[in-house]
């Protein structure tokens, strides 16, 4: 399924929970790992302290030939290291498009950390912008096993979602792993300030219950078993919540076109996932 990961990796702890998930998903699935490192160009200070260039690149290459060597060591998989210049999200966006990757595995830096990264920077950039799947790690390197037991599928019934569905129900026949799809419904009342009648809670359960059957459809034709919930309140809320409770291991979700994000994926739901959920999100294309 994904056979041409391509890693983030800077080298600090985050950048290896992804690394070690990755090599660990290669290792029980095959295919073969990239680890990319970008040395970021700033003008102004090279120019200060030009040796500072070469300096960095010899600390990206070294960093990328030890951490290849304990790789390939510990887990016995295809592994190659790439060192370029340049803007960090450029770079991945453009080896992985490159280098056909299928997925980009990118690690967090914490949930304040995290906050201030997503907002037009690395992470949000290489969401934006990737060719393939982004799995954001999420977890410490001590638990990244590269498995995945319970699934969360956020279902909205769009083409998104659908999309996301069908990839885990792929992932979920590897591992044999439990899905669960949850429909939110929104509040209505609170964006367009009307009174919810008994009526009009009818009929979002109507349309809720409509939309979950669909998911049902597919799960079906895909061969594969799904739990259902249906929450009512904020989707990123509703989500990171009941991840929480069920204890998932895995987030998969649809992008949502990007178009309309590439601004800043401040406050989209899918950021607010990936900020507070405890366990990895994995952003399907």
């Known amino acids: 399924m994904y056979n041409n990961i391509l890693v983030a990796f800077d080298g600090?702890?985050?950048?290896k929970a992804a690394l070690i998930e990755s090599s660990n998903w290669i290792k029980r699935h095959g295919g073969k790992l990239i680890i990319v490192h970008a040395v970021y160009f700033d003008e102004e200070e090279f120019g200060?302290?030009?040796?500072q260039r070469e300096k960095r690149f010899e600390l990206g290459k070294n960093i990328c030939y030890q951490t290849k060597e304990t790789i390939l060591s510990e887990f016995a998989i295809d592994v190659d290291s790439i060192v370029?210049?340049?803007e960090p999200p450029d770079i991945i966006v453009d080896i992985a498009r490159e280098?056909?990757?299928?997925?980009?595995?990118?690690?967090?830096?914490?949930?304040k950390g995290l906050k201030r990264l997503v907002m037009g920077s690395v992470t949000s950039k290489?969401?934006?912008?990737?060719?393939?799947?982004?799995?954001?790690?999420?977890?410490p390197c001590s638990e990244c096993?590269?498995?995945y037991k319970s699934i969360l599928v956020p279902f909205d019934g769009s083409e998104f979602s659908k999309k996301a569905l069908g990839h885990a129900c792929r992932m979920s026949k590897l591992d044999n792993a439990e899905i669960t799809v949850l429909y939110v419904i929104p509040r209505y009342e609170e964006m367009v300030e009307f009174f919810r009648t008994e009526s009009i809670k009818k009929s979002l359960m109507r349309e809720a219950e409509r939309i979950i059957a669909e998911a049902k459809k597919i799960a079906s034709s895909a061969s594969a078993s799904i739990s259902t919930t249906i929450q009512e309140g904020s989707a990123g809320d509703s989500i990171i919540d009941i991840a929480g409770t069920l204890k998932n291991d895995l987030i998969v979700m649809g992008t949502y076109g990007w178009k309309g994000v590439s601004r800043a994926i401040m406050g989209s739901t899918t950021e607010?996932?990936?900020?507070?959920a405890s366990c990895p999100v994995l952003v399907v294309r």
């Not at 600090?12 to 950048?15: I, K, L, V």
């Not at 290489?126 to 799995?135: A, E, G, M, Q, R």
């Open 12 to 15: 600090s702890e985050f950048s």
């Open 48 to 51: 200060i302290a030009p040796e």
């Open 84 to 86: 370029c210049e340049g």
């Open 99 to 111: 280098k056909k990757t299928d997925l980009i595995a990118m690690g967090t830096y914490g949930r």
């Open 126 to 139: 290489v969401i934006v912008n990737s060719p393939c799947d982004i799995l954001v790690v999420k977890k």
């Open 145 to 147: 096993t590269g498995e």
């Open 272 to 276: 607010r996932v990936i900020m507070n």
